[in-house]
Nanobody, 123 residues
Framework: QVQLLESGGGSVQAGASLRLSCVFSGQPFKNYAIGWFRQAPGKEREFVAI????????DYADSIRGRFTISRDNAQNTVYLQMNSLKVEDTGVYYC????????????????WGQGTQVTVST
């Protein structure tokens, strides 16, 4: 049974940085691609970033490209989302998700989800 645990969220001012972590357990980590999604109040869950199992393929949503960086440490079974130059519109609950063969930007294409971590960005 795959389990995902996010951490690192918080309340910050616009322009600040945060690093989110997603710890994976229950299955061989190297078999899974990991995605980050977020959901703002009253909005649908949206794709943020994805990294494949090898770490040599990354994709980002246009809204965060150049500000966020996804990475993974396979020795630690952990994926990170470094978020710089945060904006108010980045506010939401951030989820990591795992699948062996995901439909990259489609949240329905992921079998496993964490509980989420709240990110709040204020002016």
């Amino acid at each position: 049974q795959v389990q995902l645990l996010e951490s690192g969220g918080g309340s910050v001012q616009a322009g600040a940085s945060l690093r989110l972590s997603c710890v994976f357990s229950g299955q061989p980590f190297k078999n899974y691609a990991i995605g980050w999604f977020r959901q703002a109040p009253g909005k649908e869950r949206e794709f943020v970033a994805i990294i494949n199992w090898h770490g040599d393929m990354r994709d980002y949503a246009d809204s965060i490209r150049g500000r966020f960086t996804i990475s993974r440490d396979n020795a630690q079974n952990t994926v990170y989302l470094q978020m710089n130059s945060l904006k108010v519109e980045d506010t939401g609950v951030y989820y990591c998700a795992a699948d062996e063969d995901p439909e990259y930007r489609n949240s329905r294409g992921y079998a496993y989800w964490g509980q989420g971590t709240q990110v709040t960005v204020s002016t």
